[in-house]
């Protein structure tokens, strides 16, 4: 499956953000779809996930109740609504793809796309 995130950009704190990966292949509703985030100089970081069938999301304990993860199986599009956003948030967010239901580590995406720069900052 290939995936492409887009909808970043520079954002004041507070504002927010909707980013949106599209997904390549007939597969990909049975994929775990998740976000993650890399700062300069830091590490990837997991943000959110949800899993195939758009029942369960997970979501990293500094995002929780500001960002929301959803699907929508038949565009094939998985989407990152960020509420609230914080300059901490600054990264380049990723999209990706994994078989384990319950994914949230890294090393269980098999797949990932390039990423999309969201800035937040006053």
């Not at 995936?3 to 775990?32: H, K, M």
């Not at 758009?54 to 995002?63: K, M, Q, R």
Request: aromatic share 12%; with cysteine; hydrophobic share 35%.
């Amino acid at each position: 499956v290939q995936l492409q995130a887009s909808g970043g950009g520079l954002v004041r704190p507070g504002e927010s953000l909707r980013l949106a990966c599209a997904a390549s292949g007939r597969t990909f509703r049975r994929y775990t779809m998740g976000w993650f985030r890399q700062a300069p100089g830091k590490e990837r970081e997991f943000v959110a996930a949800i899993a195939w069938s758009g029942g369960t999301t997970y979501y990293a304990d500094s995002v929780k109740g500001r960002f929301t993860i959803s699907r929508d199986n038949a565009e094939n599009t998985v989407y990152l609504q960020m509420n609230s956003l914080k300059p901490e948030d600054t990264a380049v967010y990723l999209c990706a793809a994994a078989l384990n239901y319950d994914a949230t580590t890294g090393p269980e995406y098999g797949y990932w796309g390039r990423g999309t720069q969201v800035t937040v900052s006053s």
